[in-house]
């Protein structure tokens, strides 16, 4: 499989929450690889999360993404 990312990414198993609703609701997520640029996040299913959100990592970090591929259980998103 040839890498199509302009920055590579880290693998990485953090903890997260996917926030949307101006913070009112949030899923619960596992960020598995990050860039400065992107993250793939993996969640128990992508039912009811929206194209656009917000990452908080458990770290403390927080980032703004745009769904940018997904399969079941999985997001590959970038930051915006």
């Given at each position: 499989m040839n890498e199509q990312r302009d920055?590579?990414?880290?693998?990485?198993?953090?903890?997260?929450?996917i926030v949307i609703n101006d913070g009112f609701s949030a899923f619960d997520c596992i960020v598995r690889n990050v860039s400065d640029s992107g993250a793939r996040v993996k969640v128990p299913s992508?039912?009811?999360?929206?194209?656009?959100?917000r990452l908080s990592m458990n770290d403390g970090r927080e980032f703004a993404c745009t769904v940018v591929w997904k399969t079941e259980n999985e997001l590959g998103v970038t930051f915006s």
């Open positions: 920055v590579p990414r880290r693998r990485v198993l953090k903890g997260g929450k992508i039912v009811g999360i929206p194209d656009q959100f």
